[in-house]
């Protein structure tokens, strides 16, 4: 079992940055895949970015590319979410979550991959 949460959303104003941060629990955190997606109010959930256990591989949304940055510190159980030049587009509630497989070889985007889901932070950016 894997349990997430998340922290670091709040409100900031378009062109600003913000550090989202999800800790999780359970002997396989290091194991597993962990992604970020994000639902914007009356649109569906889509991903964000995502890194592979080792944390060697990342993979990007198309929207978010050269402005956010994916890390994680398995030491602390602990990966992390940079956003940098903060759009009123990514106004939504961020979500982390963990691979179903553990050691997966490759990082994926679906979100059925992910078993294990957080809370949720909100991320606010104003014009």
């Known amino acids: 079992q894997v349990q997430l949460v998340e922290s670091g959303g709040g409100l900031v104003q378009a062109g600003g940055s913000l550090r989202l941060s999800c800790a999780g629990s359970?002997?396989?955190?290091?194991?597993?895949?962990m992604g970020w997606f994000r639902q914007a109010p009356g649109k569906e959930r889509e991903f964000v970015a995502a890194?592979?256990?080792?944390?060697?591989?990342?993979y990007y949304a198309d929207s978010v590319k050269g402005r956010f940055t994916i890390s994680r510190d398995n030491a602390k159980n602990t990966v992390y979410l940079q956003m940098n030049s903060l759009k009123p587009e990514d106004t939504a509630v961020y979500y982390c979550?963990?691979?179903?497989?553990?050691?997966?070889?490759?990082?994926?985007?679906?979100?059925?991959?992910?078993?294990?889901w957080g809370q949720g932070t909100q991320v606010t950016v104003s014009s």
């Open positions: 890194i592979s256990w080792s944390g060697g591989s990342t």
């Open positions: 359970g002997r396989t955190f290091s194991s597993r895949t």
């Open positions: 979550a963990a691979d179903t497989l553990p050691h997966r070889a490759r990082v994926v985007a679906a979100g059925s991959a992910y078993g294990y």
